[in-house]
């Protein structure tokens, strides 16, 4: 397939005002939000050199990889059978179409990250800023424009005229015209950016708010009047020596974005989730210090958190205002509560543990099938009740980086059915009506990335969008799937004008 050529490259900037400025054992070690090296000494090294830098400048989770305690000669993957180049997928599924990294996001170390949607395009997060696409023809989507405006993760979301950038990575300043700085500087800058998408192929920066901790991933809630849109943003890892991440940060931070003028973006509150204390450290789930991921149902006014050692649920009717009325731990299997996604009733959450922190590879039997996995839950009378946990079938290299991670429904009346990412596992579509019996429908699998080391790889994010499957791979671009199978049929019927995945909406 040849590579359209980007239309338009543009290192963005914010300027006071808003005026647009061009310019095994270590698998569940307490995971960190923040990348400085200035300010922790980094783990003894417990890979090769190259892979050793590469997971500690990926930041995020990633450098848990490489964590005293992670030996791979001690994880059997003698049932991993694909190589480099290989695919292995069910008889249901077809890749349509992959549009390599390109142009300023060409390089390893350059991460594909999240996806979001809205009428004919979608919106993929990188490290180092976003990309644009046409998909008005799934199989042949096009790169409208790509932005650079560096500054993990670069989590996604879209709504009307507006596109919000997440950063957790502690940036020199608000513009895209940045390098990254150690925390300990009080002038450091992580938070929100908000663009202006009203014409997608010239995306406008509008918009720079500041927030403890940064923000690792936003979840957006539109005011009741709908003048109004709410930013949850979700962040944690705090540190002694961080000026704007102080311990214990156990809140969020609100963001009010005034819909009339955007530019007026500013933190509205910071709610503390838990006044008592999240989980404790010392055992095998993550110390609870802030939350990852938070996924919010507004139809419902419902949200769910998932809380490095909590899940919990969360009343919203009061936007500004978040209250948890439910809190469940798992201690024994959830080592990092990740993720989180509503059935369309609302009446079961789907948590993802995310083992390992993403950089590690925990699909196979030694690691077993509990653990790394999905966990179900019904929600009866307000409370989450724990039905079975679901996990991908099929052993993966050592080289391969594997767990669950970020996922969609599908949208097919009266089943819950949703198709999920697993880095370098691949995509898998699972069925979990019966919540105590999931049962997977169909998979898609690429081959490691390398049999020499460990790459960070495969899909970040799998997300079904108006008849067809999108998958951000964080080396390989961007994937489209059709799946021809009667159980997912009538999701084809339904068509939105908007997605946005961790902003749940009925069908």
């Known amino acids: 397939m040849s590579i359209p050529v980007p239309l338009r490259l543009r290192r963005l900037g914010v300027a006071s005002l808003g005026v647009l400025a061009l310019g095994v054992t270590a698998l569940t070690q307490p995971v960190f939000a923040h990348d400085d090296t200035d300010a922790q000494e980094p783990p003894a090294a417990q890979c090769p050199p190259g892979q050793q830098r590469s997971a500690e400048k990926a930041g995020d989770n990633f450098r848990l990889s490489c964590q005293p305690g992670q030996d791979l000669a001690r994880l059997d993957d003698t049932d991993a059978v694909l190589e480099p180049g290989e695919v292995d997928k069910s008889r249901n599924i077809d890749l349509l179409a992959n549009l390599p990294k390109s142009g300023p996001f060409a390089a390893e170390g350059s991460f594909q990250t999240d996806l979001a949607f809205q009428g004919n395009y979608a919106f ?30 670069n989590d996604i979301s879209v709504y009307d005229d507006l596109l919000v950038l997440s950063v957790d990575s502690s940036r020199s300043n608000n513009t895209c015209d ?38 690792h991933t936003h979840t957006l809630a539109p005011s009741k009047n709908r003048r109004d849109l709410y930013v949850y943003v979700s962040s944690y890892s705090p540190n002694a020596s961080f000026p704007d991440c102080q311990p214990p940060h156990d809140q969020i931070s609100v963001v009010k974005v005034p819909l009339r003028s955007p530019e007026d973006a500013a933190v509205v509150s910071t709610p503390v989730l838990f006044p008592d204390g999240g989980n404790p450290s010392g055992g095998y789930s993550s110390t609870t210090s802030g939350c990852h991921d938070l996924t919010a149902y507004p139809r419902k006014d419902i949200a769910a958190g998932a809380c490095m050692g909590d899940g919990v ?28 996604t509503f059935n369309n009733d609302g009446t079961k959450v789907v948590f993802t543990d995310e083992l390992g922190g993403g950089g590690g590879p925990t699909c196979n039997p030694t690691v077993g099938e509990v653990k790394g996995a999905d966990g179900i839950y019904d929600i009866r009378r307000g409370k989450l009740v724990f039905r079975s946990y679901f996990k991908i079938p099929r052993t993966q290299a050592n080289t391969e980086n594997c767990v669950a991670h970020n996922g969609s429904l599908i949208p097919v009346k009266g089943r819950d059915i949703m198709v999920q990412a697993w880095y370098q596992g691949g995509i898998s579509v699972w069925d979990f009506t019966n919540s105590a019996r999931p049962k997977e429908i169909a998979y898609f699998d690429r081959g490691p990335l390398s049999t020499e080391r460990l790459i960070l790889g495969g899909s970040w994010s799998a997300y079904w969008y108006n008849g067809h499957i999108y998958s951000s791979d964080i080396q390989q671009g961007l994937d489209v799937f059709r799946v021809r199978d009667p159980r997912v049929a009538p999701a084809q019927r339904v068509r939105l004008d908007e997605l946005n995945v961790q902003s749940q909406t009925s069908y």
């Open 124 to 153: 993929q997060g990188n490290y180092d800023g976003f990309t644009v696409y046409d998909i008005r023809k799934p199989q042949k989507p096009r790169i409208v424009t790509q932005v650079l405006c560096p500054g993990s993760q």
């Open 178 to 215: 940045n390098v990254g700085q150690s925390a300990t500087i009080k002038e450091s800058w992580e938070g929100i950016r908000v663009f202006d998408i009203s014409d997608p192929t010239e995306p406008e920066y509008v918009a720079a708010v500041e927030t403890a901790c940064g923000s």
């Open 313 to 340: 649920l969360i009343d919203i009717s009061d936007r500004e205002n978040p209250v948890v009325t439910e809190q469940v731990r798992d201690t024994e299997n959830f080592a990092f509560w990740h993720s989180a």
